[in-house]
């Protein structure tokens, strides 16, 4: 004697063969997309400011002021002072600016490839500062005197007892700054802790 099988309610049905709702499916994507969009954006914002400001303020300095020449600003704490360095700071590498260009070319381009993988607007503030200021003295050793790629970078801030610098040597030192602070706090480039994306990493190797 045949039985028919018994008919399965709702309650029993496969929970995942039931297509989840559009908004869950499209959620995760939709946030990623938003957070992506927001970090380019204030990459992209911070880049370009520290750049246009490193820029002007060079143009303004070799327009206004002869080389060599020394202003009080906020005597004695800091002082306008128009040198044109061909090395790093403290004058390290004078006969060696191709090295620079060439540093800070590949900098640009390390930073350009790096922030795809960037979720954190923290990250993408501080990459934006480095770029921008890579950026900055990249154009000065390209196009400033003596010749291409061997340029001069023109320096004009002065503090007691420290090297003379500018503009995009700030921005520099705010961006690996600001990296330094993210990675001792274990906040890395996606935004999450570092120990949370270490357990997510251990549990998917456990489902495998």
């Not at 590949?106 to 607007?121: D, E, K, N, P």
């Amino acid at each position: 004697m045949s039985t028919r099988p018994e008919e399965q309610g709702p309650e029993s049905q496969d929970p995942e063969a039931t297509p989840a709702p559009a908004a869950v499916r499209d959620g995760g994507r939709r946030g990623v997309s938003g957070v992506s969009k927001a970090v380019i954006g204030l990459f992209a914002a911070a880049a370009v400011f520290a750049y246009l400001l490193d820029q002007l303020s060079k143009y303004w300095v070799s327009t206004t002021m002869e080389e060599g020449e020394r202003i009080a600003v906020l005597p004695p704490v800091l002082h306008w002072y128009y040198i044109r360095n061909s090395g790093a700071a403290f004058s390290i590498g004078e006969n060696f600016t191709w090295v620079f260009t060439i540093i800070m070319a590949c900098v640009s381009v390390a930073v350009l490839i790096f922030i795809r993988r960037v979720g954190s607007l923290w990250w993408g503030l501080a990459l934006g500062f480095l770029l921008g200021g890579a950026l900055g003295n990249l154009t000065d050793r390209l196009f400033r005197p003596p010749s291409f790629a061997m340029g001069h970078v023109v320096d004009f801030i002065q503090l007691p007892n420290f090297a003379i610098f500018n503009i995009a040597d700030s921005a520099v030192v705010c961006g690996v700054s600001i990296i330094v602070i993210l990675t001792l706090r274990g906040i890395g480039a996606d935004g999450r802790k570092l120990s949370a994306a270490k357990q997510d990493g251990s549990a998917e190797g456990d489902h495998s």
